[in-house]
T-cell receptor, first 120, second 113 residues
Framework: AQKITQTQPGMFVQEKEAVTLDCTYD???????LFWYKQPSSGEMIFLIY??????QNATEGRYSLNFQKARKSANLVISASQLGDSAMYFC?????????????????FGQGTILTVHP | EAGVAQSPRYKIIEKRQSVAFWCNPI?????LYWYQQILGQGPKLLIQ????????DSQLPKDRFSAERLKGVDSTLKIQPAKLEDSAVYLC???????????FGPGTRLLVL
């Protein structure tokens, strides 16, 4: 069964320090995509970073990097130099390709989320 | 580029009433998604459209929920009649066919009393 797990309900970090948010996934499909989204208290889901299962290099986007360990089925998000504005809920999500009724499409499944609090 | 637009932002209704949500995706995005997010949980896909057609509605409670996407652009999600457990944030997202990165709207917070 396809599953995505975030084991840390909450994390705390001091401003300007780095923090790692854990994400593990389970799928037997060789082709998949992994996403991280940020959800501030305003409610909007903000796309942060994407890693494809065949990508050789770890994805990076500014202060965000994805520590992709395929053999361990983990896709941890690393935020460097934390800022107060990074305080939010963070979701890991996995996209799988579904073939049904002659149509193929990607379907996203989200983890339970991790609340990150950045202290001044 | 304008983002995904949703309205209303907030809605409070009594149980057994009906409610409708509207979504306008990013221009040119062929795929549109509706998610339900219960407090403290990750979003759950309700329905996914590719242009006008439904590609996945496996988790849509079809006895009370319905959705349509006319002309492959705007979409509406309706609940009739609403139950207490429908209290949630309803998120709309859109994406190109390739790549499939989903971009989300601000959501509609529904409270059913």
């Amino acid at each position: 069964a396809q599953k995505i797990t975030q084991t840390q309900p909450g994390m705390f970090v001091q401003e300007k320090e780095a923090v790692t948010l854990d994400c593990t996934y389970d799928t037997s499909d060789p082709s998949y995509g992994l996403f991280w989204y940020k959800q501030p208290s305003s409610g909007e889901m903000i796309f942060l970073i994407y890693q494809g299962s065949y990508d050789q290099q770890n994805a990076t986007e500014g202060r965000y990097s994805l520590n992709f360990q395929k053999a361990r089925k983990s896709a941890n998000l690393v935020i460097s130099a934390s800022q107060l504005g990074d305080s939010a809920m963070y979701f890991c999500a996995m996209r799988l390709l579904i073939n049904a009724g002659g149509t193929s499409y990607g379907k996203l499944t989200f983890g339970q989320g991790t609340i990150l609090t950045v202290h001044p | 580029e304008a983002g995904v637009a949703q309205s209303p932002r907030y809605k409070i209704i009594e149980k057994r009433q009906s409610v409708a949500f509207w979504c306008n995706p990013i221009s040119g995005h062929a795929t549109l998604y509706w998610y339900q997010q219960i407090l403290g949980q990750g979003p759950k896909l309700l329905i996914q459209f590719q242009n006008n057609g439904v590609v996945d509605d496996s988790q849509l409670p079809k006895d009370r929920f319905s959705a349509e996407r006319l002309k492959g652009v705007d979409s509406t999600l309706k609940i009739q009649p609403a139950k207490l457990e429908d209290s949630a944030v309803y998120l709309c997202a859109s994406s190109y066919r390739r790549p499939e990165t989903q971009y989300f709207g601000p959501g509609t917070r529904l409270l059913v009393l």
